[in-house]
């Protein structure tokens, strides 16, 4: 069973900065990549931002390209976000997501096959 478990949601001002952490456990657990979506309210969720286990391929959302970074740990199975110039606009409750399927839908919903339970961000203007 693989669970996923995010941390570093918070309340943050605008042009403030956060860091999300998610930690994958479960035995022999390799993905193919790991990926950030985010939902807000009444709206529908939204790819953020990917990585591949290899490190060498990113992906992002263009409203969030130069602002956030995507990193990850491959010893210890965890994703980063680093949060950096936040806007108001940024807020909602971020998932991280994994995939085990080689592919290049990096921002399909569909390709990712575990999630986390969320974790809320929220920036105040």
């Known amino acids: 069973q693989v669970q996923l478990v995010e941390s570093g949601g918070g309340l943050v001002q605008t042009g403030g900065s956060l860091r999300l952490s998610c930690a994958a456990s479960g035995r022999s657990f390799v993905p193919y990549g790991m990926g950030w979506f985010r939902q807000a309210p009444g709206k529908e969720r939204e790819f953020v931002s990917a990585i591949d286990w290899s490190g060498s391929r990113t992906h992002y959302l263009d409203s969030v390209k130069g602002r956030f970074t995507i990193s990850r740990d491959s010893a210890k199975n965890t994703v980063f976000l680093q949060m950096n110039n936040l806007k108001p606009e940024d807020t909602a409750v971020y998932y991280c997501?994994?995939?085990?399927?080689?592919?290049?839908?990096?921002?399909?919903?569909?390709?990712?096959?575990?999630w986390g339970q969320g974790t809320q961000v929220t920036v105040s203007s």
């Open positions: 997501a994994a995939r085990i399927n080689v592919g290049s839908a990096w921002s399909a919903i569909r390709e990712y096959a575990y």
